[in-house]
Nanobody, 122 residues
């Protein structure tokens, strides 16, 4: 059974930073690409960022380019999403996900975490 557990969410003022973590257990983390998605109230879940199994290729949604950084530490079975210069429109539940192949579409992911809330106040 593969489990992904996110942490690091919280309340932050606009312009602030947060770092989300995603711990995977039950499988070898380095076998999987990793992605982050988010879902704001009343909206569909959307792609945020993804990286390949080595962390050498990264992809970002346009709204977060230049502000968010995805990374991973395979030795720790943990992935990260560093979020800087946060904006109120970044408020959402953030999910990490694991996939066999790097993808930007939800259907490409096999395993999902339960999500962590990020709230950015203006």
């Amino acid at each position: 059974q593969v489990q992904l557990v996110e942490s690091g969410g919280g309340l932050v003022q606009a312009g602030g930073s947060l770092r989300l973590s995603c711990a995977i257990s039950g499988r070898t983390f380095s076998n999987y690409a990793m992605g982050w998605f988010r879902q704001a109230p009343g909206k569909e879940r959307e792609f945020v960022a993804a990286t390949n199994w080595r962390g050498t290729s990264t992809y970002y949604a346009d709204p977060v380019k230049g502000r968010f950084t995805i990374s991973r530490d395979n030795a720790k079975n943990t992935g990260y999403l560093q979020m800087n210069n946060l904006k109120p429109e970044d408020t959402a539940v953030y999910y990490c996900a694991a996939a066999r192949i790097t993808a930007q579409a939800e259907r490409g992911y096999d395993y999902w975490g339960q999500g962590t809330q990020v709230t950015v106040s203006s």
